[in-house]
């Protein structure tokens, strides 16, 4: 196997922090345990010597849009800003394109224009900075114009925790609102992050329900990871979970390290890891390094005997599609 993948992942430098992207504030650095060397941010390239000593290859940067920018405390991170730095370094990392649903067409032109002129591989959603569920009408826009991209759209689920005391959110993204969404946009891949606490049970449900949607296990440490997490992903859930730490919130060296210890199968261990990613997103690594998932072989189908005399028969379509032949 190579490098891990990691699908969810902040800029966390110096200048976030001085610009107040980051929408975490001091309290919060302290209740995840953020080493002080790190509370005023890590560059760039200290960043990549800590993926070296993961073993991560490749981390997917979220230029955030949180809130609509109108109200005080919401904040974003430029499209550009993101691209900045994946073109910097091509090989180490890829942009998502941070939704707002407030800015209507604008917003939809900009999301084309990221994947389109940006490279960037999928989209990005934070429900609970807007206040609305993720099966509500003012995002169908959006994921609509994902399926017509292509592109895969992440969103956090399970309650939010308080990352700012002077912008308190509520918690809307129940997983189970990802159903009629999966219904609706059959196409679309959807990817529930933050491993839906304490709803996970409902996140496993719906990947288990709908082939179009996956799970993200980033923002808490693997060693805390429900256990009906770890079975799913270790067996009939093996194609529909993906790595990802949430930086600067798991350090990528801890999570790394943590599920290192964990007993799971190589195979799950490789599509955890890095496969389901390339897969999802279509990474540039993908057409090379990954075999498609093959389906069982279908029997051989024999054309019927021709008719005669002796043989009358009609041939009729059965309701699965197949054909078949019904005697006169």
Request: charge should be neutral.
């Amino acid at each position: 196997m190579s490098g891990a993948i990691d699908i969810v992942c902040n800029l966390y430098t110096e200048q976030e922090v001085r610009h107040g992207q980051t929408g975490i504030d001091d309290d919060f650095k302290q209740q995840v345990r953020m080493s002080p060397d790190m509370r005023k941010g890590v560059s760039i390239e200290r960043y990549i010597e800590k993926m070296n000593r993961a073993g991560i290859d490749r981390s997917l940067l979220v230029a955030v849009r949180a809130g609509d920018l109108r109200v005080k405390g919401s904040f974003e991170i430029p499209y550009d800003r993101v691209r900045e730095v994946c073109a910097a370094y091509p090989n180490r990392f890829s942009g998502l394109a941070g939704v707002d649903p407030t800015r209507g067409m604008e917003g939809l032109r900009e999301l084309e224009y990221a994947v389109k002129e940006l490279g960037f591989v999928g989209a990005h959603l934070y429900p609970h900075w807007f206040g609305w569920a993720p099966d509500h009408a003012k995002y169908y826009p959006y994921y609509a114009k994902c399926c017509e991209l292509d592109i895969p759209i992440m969103m956090q689920v399970g309650h939010n925790l308080i990352y700012q005391r002077d912008r308190r959110l509520p918690s809307v993204g129940r997983p189970i609102c990802l159903d009629q969404v999966a219904i609706d946009f059959p196409e679309l891949k959807l990817l529930g992050i933050h491993i839906g606490v304490p709803w996970t049970d409902e996140m496993i449900s719906m990947a288990w329900k709908h082939e179009n949607v996956f799970i993200g296990v980033d923002a808490y440490a693997p060693k805390h990871w429900p256990v009906a997490l770890v079975h799913y992903l270790d067996s009939y859930g093996r194609t529909k979970v993906l790595f990802g730490t949430d930086w600067p919130v798991i350090d990528p060296e801890r999570a790394v390290a943590e599920i290192a210890q964990m007993s799971l199968r190589p195979e799950t261990r490789r599509a955890l890891m890095r496969e389901n990613a390339l897969r999802v997103f279509k990474l540039p690594e993908s057409v090379s390094n990954v075999q498609p998932i093959r389906q069982p072989d279908a029997a051989p189908v024999q054309a019927p005997a021709p008719a005669s005399a002796s043989n009358p028969r009609e041939l009729v379509v059965k309701s699965d599609g197949s054909i078949g032949v019904r005697k006169k």
